[in-house]
């Protein structure tokens, strides 16, 4: 994304002034004014320099001092979703590195875009700054956003995961995700699915949906946690979400895998079949991200993005963190991550053409 700015315009003013003195014994002319304008055209255009020194000074200051405030981390989504617990994680290592206290706020509301939106029109200061993932691609796609990640400064990405699947109750009659869409083409509508409209695991269902015939009844019941809260308490059928948040109600014995939507086994879950080892050829993988407003400076950008990777990268008791939650610790630098945004967002609108034909 390129930079705007400003020039600083120099202004001249010359004051000219011209004194004609007749002496009468002489009748002699004398110029009192040349030599004295000139000193003064000297002196303005040293002033003007000096100021716009000054003014250099002032924004390399203001940048070079940064973090110099808490900085508050703003998550378009509920507390204890895969999203919040991710960056709370990543965010106690993280503000070591920066040396500044970081605080996490969840803006709930339709699909991520309450939240992204504060951040686009936020103070480019850097002390705020977004944390979500791929629904924000879907929300552009979609119509619940004018504005896409195209329109803020990405600090990079930190995190992929792979263990987006579905999941039932223990006692549920499904033991696969080929149950799951024999039953949904056989009955049609019978089968409550939770998701939020327009977020990541709506685009999950609607592609399900347009590669097997199956049809659900897809319900919006809200985040991460609420569909957790729905399955538990036998509102829904199925809840796709995130393995790592669920992974205790699977050893309780209370949920059941049908199937992780990685492309090939993932290391971290080695034994949980993924759709395609059961025949149903689609996938998904959930990447998040960190983003600034988009007038905040280079310097900013850069001082977060080298932050967070040697933190990724380095920190080992934070990647032993992560993969307890089964992600990844994967750090892309900000134009790999616009390089993936830009990849996914031309695959999310393939896919939604077709799901519409």
């Known amino acids: 994304m390129k930079a705007s700015f400003k020039p600083v315009q120099l202004v001249g003013a010359l004051l000219l002034s011209t004194s004609m003195l007749l002496v009468a014994c002489g009748e002699e002319e004398v110029d009192t004014g040349a030599d004295d304008g000139g000193a003064d055209d000297e002196s303005e255009e040293e002033n003007d320099v000096v100021a716009e020194s000054n003014d250099e000074d002032e924004e390399e200051s203001d940048t070079g001092d940064y973090p110099s405030e808490t900085i508050e981390i703003v998550v378009p989504a509920g507390p ?5 617990l991710n960056v709370r994680t990543l965010s106690e290592p993280l503000q070591e590195e920066l040396g500044e206290d ?17 951040i686009l029109n936020a103070e480019p200061d850097g002390h705020q700054v977004l944390f979500f993932h791929n629904s924000m691609l879907i929300n552009e796609i979609l119509g619940l956003a004018d504005y896409g990640y ?12 792979e263990g987006n699947g579905f999941f039932v109750n223990a006692d549920s009659p499904f033991d696969g995700i080929d149950d799951l869409v024999e039953h949904a083409q056989e009955n049609p509508g019978d089968v409550d699915v939770a998701t939020e409209f327009g977020a990541f695991t709506h685009l999950q269902l609607l592609a399900l949906e347009d590669e097997t015939g199956a049809d659900f009844n ?34 309780s014995g209370d949920f059941k895998t049908l199937g992780i939507l990685a492309e090939d086994t993932v290391p971290l879950m080695d034994d949980v079949p993924t759709f395609r080892d059961q025949g149903v050829d689609i996938s998904f993988e959930k990447f998040f991200f960190f983003a600034f407003p988009p007038e905040t400076p280079d310097d900013i950008v850069n001082t977060f993005t080298e932050a967070l990777q040697t933190v990724v990268e380095e920190n080992e008791e934070y990647q032993q963190d992560a993969e307890d939650f089964y992600v990844s610790p994967t750090y892309l630098d900000p134009d790999e991550a616009y390089d993936l945004l ?15 034909e």
Request: zero cysteines.
């Open 218 to 251: 897809i319900v919006d019941v809200g985040g991460a946690s609420d569909k957790v809260a729905a399955l538990q308490g036998e509102q829904i059928d199925v809840n796709p979400t995130q393995y790592g948040l669920v992974k205790e109600y699977i050893d």
């Open 150 to 161: 195209e329109d803020f400064k990405l600090a990079g990405i930190p995190i992929l995961d």
């Open 342 to 356: 830009d990849e996914s967002k031309e695959f999310y609108e393939e896919l939604l053409a077709d799901v519409d």
């Open 80 to 84: 204890g979703g895969d999203t919040d």
């Open 102 to 118: 970081m605080v996490v706020t969840n803006v709930e509301g339709a699909g991520g875009t309450t939240g992204s939106s504060e």
